[in-house]
């Protein structure tokens, strides 16, 4: 083939793939703005210190009588809620941002496809959330009143904000992530890379995985570890009954044929 030919080729392909890094330009602005937008009104109201006030909460009502966490820098009681509001602003914008990672995805898929991507991001975000309040009802209270009851009398505990908050947030992610093993196990049966009757054969596989996973992610206490490996196990289970049912209504039509 002639450098005219290869040319005239790669000449139809140019604008299709500028346009397309326009678009995912401008879906990212649009997730950047809901996210400063959503900043905007939590710094309005309730503002940095509440929410920070209501990320301490879990920890502090386990503190000893007096104890309150510390500041050990001069600009920390000014960074550490900021970062606090940005976390929250992202995740009350996160069902918009997921939806532009949608939207820019949905023109490229077949209609049966489209029935599949609009519930996984819902379903995902809404488990996303459910993991993250599972941390913070559930994980900190424990993790903090263990520590309490097995810690020495001559200790007094006076948490860094700066720790903590980087601590939660890892939490937030970790046990965020882990919630989406149910979207996981549809989408891989969804494509054909497994099939339900390997995930049922590799349940015990799992379970000893997700026990080792606790283990190097969490804290090195019971609590902590507990708390990630059994939900993680039960959402594999639901993550089967879901595949079967979800998986049956997104195939393909009969009879139909994709390019």
């Excluded at 083939?1 to 604008?15: C, N, P, V, Y």
């Excluded at 993680?232 to 289970?237: H, P, Q, S, T, W």
């Amino acid at each position: 083939m002639s450098t005219s030919d290869k040319d005239d080729e790669l000449a139809g392909t140019e604008a299709p793939f500028v346009s397309h890094l326009i678009e995912l330009r401008d879906r990212m602005i649009r997730a950047l703005i809901a996210v400063g937008i959503a900043f905007g009104a939590l710094m309005l109201w309730p503002g940095a210190g509440a929410l920070y006030d209501l990320l301490a909460a879990p920890l502090a009502e386990h503190l000893p009588q007096g104890a309150t966490l510390i500041a050990t820098s001069v600009i920390t009681p000014f960074l550490v809620p900021l970062k606090i509001t940005l976390m929250g602003a992202f995740l009350i914008a996160l069902p918009y941002v997921l939806y532009q990672v949608w939207a820019f995805v949905a023109p490229g898929l077949y209609s049966h496809e489209k029935k599949m991507v609009l519930p996984l991001v819902i379903s995902s975000t809404i488990l996303f959330l459910i993991g993250v309040a599972f941390v913070y009802f559930i994980v900190i209270p424990g993790l903090a009143g263990f520590i309490q009851a097995v810690a020495p009398e001559s200790i007094t505990a006076a948490p860094d904000v700066e720790e903590y908050f980087g601590f939660v947030l890892t939490l937030f992610f970790v046990f965020g992530i882990a919630f989406e093993v149910p979207i996981a196990v549809i989408v891989l049966v969804r494509i054909g890379v497994v099939t339900i009757e390997q995930l049922k054969k590799a349940r015990g596989y799992f379970i000893v995985g997700a026990f080792i996973v606790a283990a190097i992610v969490t804290p090195p206490d019971v609590i902590s570890q507990l708390s990630l490996a059994i939900p993680m196990c039960l959402l594999y289970e639901a993550g089967i009954i879901a595949a079967r049912l979800f998986v049956k209504h997104t195939k393909a039509p009969e009879g139909a044929t994709e390019a």
